[in-house]
């Protein structure tokens, strides 16, 4: 029973994060795709090890996934524009 809610906290937290996420982007006029790259290789780990818990494929594999998309994700900050507060 534990395992399903928080799966279901975790797929509504995500999907809250994503909107919130879009919605900020469309109000600071950020478009192109390489400045939402960061944010989508996170969601993917995420993603990622939740599918890895339902499938149960903890290990090795799910591990390398995670790091590439950390690298990944890492890599297209770059690309990430600065904010003016």
């Known amino acids: 029973m534990v395992p399903i809610i928080l799966t279901i906290v975790l797929l509504i937290t995500l999907i809250f994060s994503v ?20 944010p989508i290789f996170l969601y993917l780990i995420a993603i990622t090890h ?11 594999f799910n591990w390398s996934i995670t790091i590439v998309l950390l690298i990944f994700g890492a890599y297209f900050t770059k690309f990430v524009p600065i904010s003016k507060m």
């Open 50 to 60: 939740l599918l890895a818990y339902w499938f149960d494929i903890m290990g090795l």
């Open 19 to 38: 909107s919130i996420l879009i919605q900020k982007r469309k109000n600071a006029g950020i478009t192109g795709i390489k400045s939402a790259l960061t």
